[in-house]
């Protein structure tokens, strides 16, 4: 038992230690200068996390001016995170998705709505029945502009709901694309369970309170 004792005693000790590096690394991610992506192909790309990415990329892929959304990994301060490393919450990753727009069509403006409106605001490190750090609503900006926009429309939604809004506003910094099987989950499986039973309910919600920002074939 005396030898239990100290072995237990560093285990603890490097743990807090570990936690509190892992505390620092986020923290300056947090407070980091945003990196500005230039355009692809003339379009423009932004970055949002709010519960499933298999649900968040549906939602936006319904939006006209929404080129392609792309599953992956943000906000964290691991390099090459993987869905399992995310899911242990301890690399600081939400699921995020990359949206591909055009922005003649759709303003990010806009796509900021889509985002407050496609899910539970005040769900904090969570979305529906998915509960962790790493299905944390998150809203990344890339330049001042867009941060204004999103602390304004944060605030006038905590007015009008009576209640503080659990998404955090982080300096875009870097994005890392989900395994293959994740991309375009719910079109390619229809028939999966949590799909029926959590992602198209969430999509048609949106649908609703959306129809004008509409792709027609949807």
Same mark, same amino acid.
């Given at each position: ?22 505390d620092k690394k986020q923290q300056a991610i947090a407070n980091?200068?945003?990196? =500005? ?7 423009? %790309? !932004?970055?949002? !996390? ?20 792309i599953s992956g990994y943000s906000g964290g301060h691991t ?10 919450? %301890?690399?600081?990753?939400? =699921? ?9 069509? +759709? ?38 502009? *867009?941060? *204004? +926009?999103?602390?304004? %429309? ?5 007015? !009008? ?9 982080? &300096?875009?910094?870097?994005f890392w694309k989900a395994e293959a099987y994740h991309q ?16 198209? &309910? ?17």
């Open positions: 038992m005396k030898h239990i004792i100290p072995t237990l005693l560093l285990v603890l000790f490097l743990s807090c230690k570990n936690n509190a590096q892992a980091a200068s945003p990196i =500005e992506v230039p355009l692809h192909n003339g379009k423009s %790309k !932004a970055y949002f !996390a709010s519960g499933c990415f298999w649900c968040v990329e549906a939602v936006f892929e319904s939006v006209k001016g929404v080129e392609e959304v390099k090459n995170p993987t869905y399992d490393s995310s899911n242990t919450g %301890k690399t600081g990753h939400a =699921e995020t998705v990359e949206v591909i727009y055009d922005s003649n069509i +759709i303003s990010f403006n806009s796509l900021v709505d889509v985002y407050f409106g496609s899910q539970n605001p005040t769900q904090i490190n969570g979305q529906g029945p998915d509960k962790g750090s790493q299905y944390r609503s998150i809203i990344f900006y890339q330049n001042d502009t *867009q941060k *204004q +926009i999103i602390l304004k %429309k944060k605030e006038a939604l905590e007015k !009008a709901i009576n209640s503080k809004v659990a998404a955090e506003v982080y &300096p875009f910094q870097k375009n989950f719910e079109k390619l499986n229809p028939n999966h369970g949590y799909i029926k039973a959590v992602s198209v &309910p969430r999509l048609n919600k949106f649908k609703e309170k959306f129809p004008e920002l509409l792709k027609e074939n949807h």
